[in-house]
Structures are given as structure tokens and as C-alpha cells.
């Protein structure tokens, strides 16, 4: 059984910063892809910013030049530093991790999101 578990929303003022850490644990070999994703109220889910093993950060243009993604893969962790925050950030974020199992198989995994509110 694998499981990702995210940590650090909060309530911000604008400008502020906030950090999230998500963590994944359980029957993993190794981890691909990790990454967040958002829901704002009424909105569909998007993808913030993303980071494969050994590869490039990918991130979504509106938070380009705020938020740093970053992995320890020792740890199965990645984290979201989040500065510059706008009203607009607010959401659920939510954790992604692709991975690969003891058992060879290849799951996507999410979290149960934590909560960013941004105020003005």
C-alpha cells in the first residue's frame, strides 16, 4: 500500500510565503514524477509545478518566478516553496506522486490536499 500525505497550508497574508511538504510512503521502489496541483473554488484542477527524477522543474505560468519545487529522493518528498503569494493562489493543493511499487507495478498516487488561503 503507498501513501502521500501533504503538510503546510495555512492562511498567508499577500506577499507572504508558505512552504508544503508532501511525503510519500508505503511499497515504493523508486518515484518518477512528483508534483502539486490546485483547486480553486469553482474551478477546474491544474497543475502548479512539477518535478521528475533527474529532470527539469515544470512549472505553470502563473506561478513562474514564486514557487520553487524541489525532491529529496532519499525521502520520497517533495516540496513547494510558495513566495510572492497572491490572493489568486488560493486553493486546495494537492500532491502527485508517480511511482513504482516493490512490486514492479507503476501507480499514481494523490493526496488528500491542504488548504492555501491567500488574503488581501
Known amino acids: 500500500q503507498v501513501q502521500v500525505v501533504e503538510s503546510g497550508g495555512g492562511l498567508v497574508q499577500a506577499g507572504g510565503s508558505l512552504r508544503l511538504s508532501c511525503a510519500a510512503s508505503?511499497?515504493?521502489?523508486?518515484?518518477?514524477?512528483m508534483g502539486w496541483y490546485r483547486q480553486a473554488p469553482g474551478k477546474q484542477r491544474e497543475l502548479v509545478a512539477d518535478?521528475?527524477?533527474?529532470?527539469?522543474?515544470n512549472y505553470a505560468d502563473s506561478v513562474k518566478g514564486r514557487f520553487t519545487i524541489s525532491r529529496d529522493n532519499a525521502k520520497n518528498t517533495v516540496y513547494l516553496q510558495m513566495n510572492s503569494l497572491k490572493p489568486e493562489d488560493t486553493a486546495v493543493y494537492y500532491c502527485n506522486a508517480g511511482l513504482r511499487t516493490l512490486f514492479y507495478t507503476y501507480l499514481e498516487v494523490w493526496g488528500q490536499g491542504t488548504l492555501v488561503t491567500v488574503s488581501s
Open positions: 508505503g511499497n515504493i521502489l523508486s518515484t518518477n514524477v
Open positions: 518535478l521528475r527524477s533527474g529532470g527539469s522543474p
